[in-house]
Nanobody
């Protein structure tokens, strides 16, 4: 079955950087869009970035554009999120997700992982 496992979260000071990874298995990873979304306690889920199956198209939420970069390695079945210039408001649980129904949207997916916590202190 589809498995998505995130890693790379941690605590960092404002202005710092982190790189998240997501290892995918159990399906044809290279055939589907991938998404990163986040959720902070008491806040709504927020789609952060998406990437097309071949990596040729990316899309970012306005809140992270210019600071975060989504990428994927289809040979390694791995998704990445490079986060720079981190702010306290980026603090959240970060999840990777996919939509095996073929859609590609920040808010449409049918599988996601268990998440990795990112905490940014001021």
């Amino acid at each position: 079955q589809v498995q998505l496992v995130e890693s790379g979260g941690g605590s960092v000071q404002a202005g710092g950087s982190l790189r998240l990874s997501c290892a995918a298995s159990g399906y044809t990873y290279s055939g589907y869009c991938m998404v990163w979304f986040r959720q902070a306690p008491g806040k709504e889920r927020e789609g952060v970035a998406s990437i097309s199956p071949n990596g040729g198209r990316t899309y970012y939420a306005a809140s992270v554009k210019g600071r975060f970069t989504i990428s994927r390695d289809n040979a390694k079945n791995t998704l990445y999120l490079q986060m720079s210039s981190l702010r306290p408001e980026d603090t959240a649980m970060y999840y990777c997700a996919t939509d095996t129904m073929g859609r590609c949207s920040l808010y449409q997916y049918n599988y996601w992982g268990q998440g990795t916590q990112v905490t940014v202190s001021s």
